[in-house]
């Protein structure tokens, strides 16, 4: 890892540059993660069939068309990132008991083993970076990922809502 370079002096707080600059640089930063901590456990899974899973690891048995909403890709989409999970072993289809005309995917074992591998071992990489900032700095980024996170939706996670268990992944 390089060395941390001072913050640059802010000259506008109305103009989104200099935010856009830092966050798409963070996003290679995390994206790089991800993809290291997948490839690390499982060669031939890609990020959006991860994320898939990560999505069935979080929610629990989906229909397809929910599953497409939820992950926003089309049906057919859906269903090509499905054939191959199912036939990977990571994930099955089963019968909905309240339509048996309808089926539900859902997580086998093997799909549990490779969320809760991959998001250990991106917890562990993003640990490292943590630990490498200043502590001083440290405060400043919660707050603005929380409202990074705020503003896009997104859900806050409670780290102390999972007693020590690593933080869920992408859902």
């Given amino acids: 890892m390089s060395e941390a370079k001072p913050a640059p002096a802010h000259t506008d707080p109305t103009d989104p540059t200099e935010m856009v600059a830092a966050v798409v640089t963070a996003s290679r930063v995390l994206v790089a993660v991800s993809a290291r901590s997948l490839a690390a456990v499982e060669e031939t899974l890609t990020v959006p069939q991860f994320r898939m899973l990560v999505v069935l690891e979080a929610g ?6 929910r599953l497409a909403e939820h992950l926003a890709v089309n049906p057919s989409t859906a269903m090509r ?3 191959r999970l199912i036939a990977a ?3 099955e289809r089963t019968s909905d008991p309240a339509d ?3 089926a539900k995917l859902a997580l086998t074992p093997a799909g549990q083993r490779v969320v809760h591998q991959v998001t250990r071992r991106r917890h562990q990489e993003i640990t490292g970076i943590v630990q490498a900032m200043p502590v001083e700095r440290r405060g400043a980024m919660v707050e ?8 896009a939706g997104e859900p806050q996670i409670d780290p102390d809502a999972y007693g020590g ?4 992944g992408w859902s």
């Fill in 89 to 91: 072993g990571t994930m």
């Fill in 100 to 102: 048996r005309r309808a």
């Fill in 165 to 168: 268990l690593l933080l869920p």
């Fill in 60 to 65: 629990g048995p989906v229909n397809l068309s």
């Fill in 144 to 151: 603005a990922l929380q409202a990074f996170a705020d503003a």
């Fill in 81 to 83: 990132m499905a054939d």
